[in-house]
């Protein structure tokens, strides 16, 4: 047993000298360490905490560096560094020949992906996003919101009435998957799918299992004895995978002519045009499924979440809700309101109700709502961090240069509560940080919420809500400007960080083909 334990030690030893060894540089000198770098261990044993404990040490370490670059030593795992500037990321993000997912990348998570665009890089990666271009189109998105939409969110919300009246507890996580494995299905699959289903299960649990590879670099150890359930949900996933696309080829060759959907087209009618054999198209299939309704059931139970913890945000969502839509979709009555006046900081007495439809729920119409969705994932994001492995060597904004192979992290967790980014209040949440109402006449005013300049939000886009302008007199709590008098106000206006500065949704060529969508579901 000693002569085991001198092997292991030595092999951890010379795996970390071998990080040791690495050619990042910046300026010909050795890249800093984060705070807590063990001699031998490196930032490894961070790493095999469980993926909420890294997370907070991501988020620990980012004031004590601030916009640095810093190296990531674990044994076992290639040279790698953690950048932080926004700019170091759109030297990332804009670079998609340059920075790919790479063998490092693959390794992990091939058995579960495969050839899906999470995972392929070149010609494959680009087919697929061509297909999904197709399939999220305008037109499609149109359709799924006018008419996918409302009867499944009408048995979502039949479900919880039910609940409630009987006083029943109710997993909402549970029940939002549940309403977007259905979405997804009948959208991309022209298929009744469920939470609950077998497949379902096993892919919550095998994604789960290969993300922790990512952190564990004993994973192959692990899985040699104890990887007996995550092989068996792969070969659900997959079996569940070949019976969408068999069931898609026969009704393609049953009725050609048929159309089945009410979308102009569906994803794995997409994927079938575009992708050369059905094993592909399998895999591509449950990718964008992953892609779609995990991320999208995850964001949404956040947002809850954050109502729940913030009571005084609940009334201002519901008004603006209730103002724009008719009275008969969406009830008045809330236990939090504090006001009784249909007057609030996005309503307009010059503005009819307006039916549910893809055409009213833009952000021009439903600002403080897609203001709430945003600084959820801000702070929240469905994707914590990322890291791509360079194909040749490069040299950062900041003089980090780079060798070959080496991976590059970024981590949209701790940006999100970057104070050199957001400001000093980073880590309140807060949803009118996003809001501006334009300045009144003849008088200077502050940020929404009343509290001076919206620091941190320098260089934002601009997207008018000029249709939601209104009173918005004592909602200052919230993230709402508080002020006396409405009659001078300016427009509601959405501020929108870059991409590279809030990268929740990626940005550049991979940026996300299901953005469009997730915006309108939260809204």
Same mark, same amino acid.
């Given at each position: *047993?000693?002569? /085991?334990?001198?092997?292991?030690?030595?092999?951890?030893?010379?795996?970390?000298?071998?990080?040791? $060894?690495? @050619? /990042?540089?910046?300026?010909?000198?050795?890249?800093?360490?984060?705070?807590?770098?063990?001699?031998?261990?490196?930032?490894?044993?961070?790493?095999?905490?469980?993926?909420?404990?890294?997370?907070?040490?991501?988020?620990?370490?980012?004031?004590?560096?601030?916009?640095?670059?810093?190296?990531?030593?674990?044994? &076992?795992?290639?040279?790698?560094?953690?950048?932080?500037?926004?700019?170091?990321?759109?030297?990332?993000?804009?670079?998609?020949?340059?920075?790919?997912?790479?063998?490092?990348?693959?390794?992990?998570?091939?058995?579960?992906?495969? %050839?899906?665009?999470? %995972?392929?890089?070149?010609? !494959?990666?680009?087919?697929?996003?061509?297909?999904?271009?197709?399939?999220?189109?305008?037109?499609?998105?149109?359709?799924?919101?006018?008419? /996918?939409?409302?009867?499944?969110?009408?048995?979502?919300?039949?479900?919880?009435?039910?609940?409630?009246?009987?006083?029943?507890?109710? #997993?909402?996580?549970?029940?939002?998957?549940?309403?977007?494995?259905?979405?997804?299905?009948?959208?991309?699959?022209?298929? #009744?799918?469920?939470?609950?289903?077998?497949?379902?299960?096993?892919? #919550?649990?095998?994604?789960?299992?290969?993300?922790?590879?990512?952190?564990?670099?004993?994973?192959?150890?692990?899985?040699?004895?104890?990887?007996?359930?995550?092989?068996?949900? /792969?070969?659900?996933?997959? $079996?569940?995978?070949?019976? +969408?696309?068999?069931?898609?080829?026969?009704?393609?060759?049953?009725?050609?002519?048929?159309?089945?959907?009410?979308?102009?087209?569906?994803?794995?009618?997409?994927?079938?045009?575009?992708?050369?054999?059905?094993?592909?198209?399998?895999?591509?299939? *449950?990718?964008?499924?992953?892609?779609?309704?995990?991320?999208?059931?995850?964001? *949404?139970?956040?947002?809850?979440?954050?109502?729940?913890?913030?009571?005084?945000?609940? =009334?201002?969502?519901?008004?603006?809700?209730?103002?724009?839509?008719?009275?008969?979709?969406?009830?008045?009555?809330?236990?939090?309101?504090?006001?009784?006046?249909?007057?609030?900081?996005?309503?307009?007495?010059? !503005?009819?109700?307006?039916?549910?439809?893809?055409?009213?729920?833009? =952000?021009?119409?439903?600002?403080?709502?897609?203001?709430?969705?945003?600084?959820?994932?801000?702070?929240? =994001?469905?994707?914590?961090?990322?890291?791509?492995?360079?194909?040749?060597?490069?040299?950062?904004?900041?003089?980090?240069?780079?060798?070959?192979?080496?991976?590059?992290?970024?981590?949209?967790?701790?940006?999100?509560?970057?104070?050199?980014?957001?400001?000093?209040?980073?880590?309140?949440? $807060?949803?009118? $940080?996003?809001?501006?109402?334009?300045? =009144? +006449?003849?008088?200077?005013?502050?940020?929404?919420?009343?509290?001076?300049?919206?620091?941190?939000?320098?260089?934002?886009? +601009?997207?008018?809500?000029?249709?939601?302008? @209104?009173?918005?007199?004592?909602?200052?709590?919230?993230?709402?400007?508080?002020?006396?008098?409405?009659? %001078?106000?300016?427009?509601?206006?959405?501020?929108?960080? &870059?991409?590279?500065? %809030?990268?929740?949704?990626?940005?550049?060529?991979?940026?996300?083909?299901?953005?469009? *969508?997730?915006?309108?579901?939260?809204?």
């Amino acid at each position: *047993m000693l002569g /085991i334990a001198i092997a292991v030690a030595l092999a951890l030893s010379l795996w970390f000298l071998q990080g040791q $060894r690495s @050619g /990042i540089r910046r300026n010909g000198k050795r890249l800093p360490r984060p705070p807590g770098t063990l001699l031998f261990a490196g930032n490894g044993l961070w790493f095999l905490q469980p993926r909420h404990k890294l997370l907070e040490w991501f988020a620990q370490v980012q004031p004590e560096v601030g916009f640095d670059t810093y190296e990531i030593a674990i044994p &076992s795992l290639p040279a790698a560094i953690l950048v932080n500037d926004p700019k170091n990321v759109e030297h990332v993000l804009k670079n998609n020949e340059l920075f790919i997912k790479g063998n490092f990348f693959r390794s992990r998570s091939w058995d579960l992906f495969g %050839n899906g665009i999470i %995972n392929a890089d070149g010609e !494959l990666w680009r087919i697929q996003r061509k297909a999904g271009l197709r399939f999220f189109s305008n037109a499609n998105l149109k359709t799924f919101i006018n008419d /996918i939409v409302p009867p499944l969110l009408a048995d979502t919300k039949r479900d919880l009435d039910d609940a409630s009246r009987n006083g029943a507890v109710v #997993d909402l996580q549970d029940v939002l998957l549940e309403l977007t494995t259905r979405l997804m299905g009948k959208m991309a699959y022209d298929m #009744d799918m469920h939470g609950s289903l077998p497949f379902s299960k096993a892919f #919550d649990f095998a994604s789960g299992e290969t993300t922790s590879r990512f952190t564990n670099p004993f994973w192959r150890i692990k899985e040699l004895f104890f990887g007996r359930s995550l092989r068996k949900a /792969i070969a659900e996933v997959h $079996r569940y995978g070949r019976t +969408v696309v068999t069931e898609a080829v026969e009704k393609r060759s049953s009725k050609p002519t048929e159309k089945h959907s009410p979308l102009q087209s569906n994803l794995i009618d997409s994927l079938l045009d575009h992708l050369p054999s059905e094993d592909l198209v399998a895999d591509a299939a *449950m990718n964008f499924l992953s892609a779609g309704r995990d991320t999208t059931a995850q964001s *949404m139970t956040w947002t809850f979440y954050n109502l729940m913890r913030h009571p005084p945000i609940i =009334p201002l969502l519901r008004e603006e809700l209730t103002t724009l839509l008719p009275a008969s979709s969406l009830s008045t009555s809330s236990p939090h309101s504090t006001s009784t006046s249909p007057s609030s900081a996005f309503s307009s007495s010059s !503005l009819p109700p307006l039916p549910l439809t893809y055409d009213t729920i833009q =952000p021009a119409h439903l600002p403080y709502t897609l203001a709430l969705f945003s600084e959820t994932l801000r702070l929240y =994001p469905p994707v914590p961090f990322e890291l791509k492995e360079a194909t040749a060597p490069t040299t950062f904004p900041d003089g980090t240069f780079l060798p070959a192979n080496a991976v590059v992290l970024w981590v949209p967790w701790a940006m999100g509560r970057s104070t050199r980014i957001w400001g000093d209040d980073a880590l309140e949440f $807060r949803p009118g $940080r996003w809001l501006d109402y334009g300045e =009144p +006449v003849g008088e200077p005013m502050g940020a929404p919420d009343g509290r001076g300049d919206t620091e941190g939000v320098g260089g934002a886009e +601009v997207l008018e809500a000029s249709e939601a302008g @209104g009173e918005t007199e004592g909602l200052g709590e919230s993230g709402v400007r508080s002020e006396s008098g409405s009659k %001078n106000r300016g427009k509601a206006t959405l501020l929108t960080k &870059s991409a590279y500065e %809030n990268p929740v949704f990626n940005a550049g060529p991979r940026n996300c083909l299901g953005k469009k *969508m997730a915006e309108l579901l939260a809204t």
